[in-house]
């Protein structure tokens, strides 16, 4: 079995149900959009990179 590595932590903010994070790897902005409200409440969630496709662990403030 594979060890799975943990991704870089970065902090995100949040506007409405959108979340907002820029990547340490390349400088570029994404955004995730929660579809649903159960989403909007999570502490941290792993996403991607809109343009480099980095894997990071984006944390939000609550």
Same mark, same amino acid.
């Given at each position: 079995?594979a060890?799975?590595?943990p ?7 949040r506007t409405?149900?959108?979340?907002r994070?820029? /990547?340490?790897? &390349?400088a570029a902005?994404?955004? +995730?959009?929660n579809?649903s409200p ?10 991607? /990179?809109?343009? &480099?496709?980095?894997r990071?662990? +984006?944390?939000?403030?609550?």
């Amino acid at each position: 079995m594979a060890i799975q590595k943990p991704y870089p932590e970065i902090r995100g903010t949040r506007t409405g149900y959108v979340i907002r994070f820029t /990547c340490p790897a &390349c400088a570029a902005e994404s955004i +995730i959009v929660n579809n649903s409200p159960r989403d909007h409440f999570k502490k941290s969630r792993v996403a991607s /990179c809109r343009h &480099c496709r980095t894997r990071l662990n +984006i944390m939000t403030p609550v």
